[in-house]
Structures are given as C-alpha cells and as structure tokens.
C-alpha cells in the first residue's frame, strides 16, 4: 500500500509558478510511473503530466513546454513545476502511482489546489 500525499498548492498570479511535491509513503522506484492528473470544476479529470521509471515523460498538449514532471525515488518523492501559469490550470491536482504499465493508477493522493487569479 503506498499513500500519496501532494503539497504546495495555494494562488498565484497569472503568468507565475508553482511548484508541487508528492510525497509517497512507501517506495517509488517499484513502481511502474508516476502522474499528475487535474480536475477543473464542471471538468473531468485530465492527465497533466506522467514520469515513468525509466525517465520517459509525457505532458498534456495545454501545459507542454510549461510544466515539468521530475522525480527523487530516494526521497519518494514526485514534483511539478509548473511555469507561465494561466487560469485555465486553475484546477484540484492530484498525484497518481501507477504500479503497472497497465490499467492506469492504481494510487491518489488527496489533491492539492491551484489557484491561478490576478
């Protein structure tokens, strides 16, 4: 059982950065990857960005070239920097571990917000 517990959500002005960690309560480096997925209100739940244990990365086309995925498997921990905020990513953000390649997360966090808002 791993529990995900994300940090460093709050408001920030358009155009600022944020970033957020992820703390994981067992072992990162078994599993497969790790994400970042948001949920806006009235919007489902998206895929931000996710790190495999091999480096791979992906991104939403909306925050590519804006926000970046990173890892510290000796820390357990998973972080998010996120750059040229808009408040469009005004959102509930969660952290996922994926213990496969298959079927998607298998852990979340409680979720943290972000708040983008001159």
């Known amino acids: 059982q791993v529990q995900l517990v994300e940090s460093g959500g709050g408001l920030v002005q358009p155009g600022g950065s944020l970033r957020l960690s992820c703390a994981a309560s067992?072992?990162?480096?078994?599993?497969?990857?790790m994400g970042w997925y948001r949920q806006a209100p009235g919007k489902q739940r998206e895929l931000v960005a996710r790190?495999?244990?091999?480096?791979?990365?992906n991104y939403a086309d909306s925050v590519k070239g804006r926000f970046t995925i990173s890892r510290d498997n000796p820390k357990n921990t998973v972080y998010l920097q996120m750059n040229k905020l808009k408040p469009e990513d005004t959102a509930v953000y969660y952290c996922?571990?994926?213990?496969?390649?298959?079927?998607?997360?298998?852990?979340w966090g409680q979720g943290t917000q972000v708040t983008v808002s001159s």
């Open positions: 790190i495999t244990n091999g480096g791979n990365t």
């Open positions: 067992g072992s990162i480096f078994s599993m497969y990857a």
């Open positions: 996922t571990a994926d213990v496969t390649a298959v079927a998607g997360p298998d852990y």
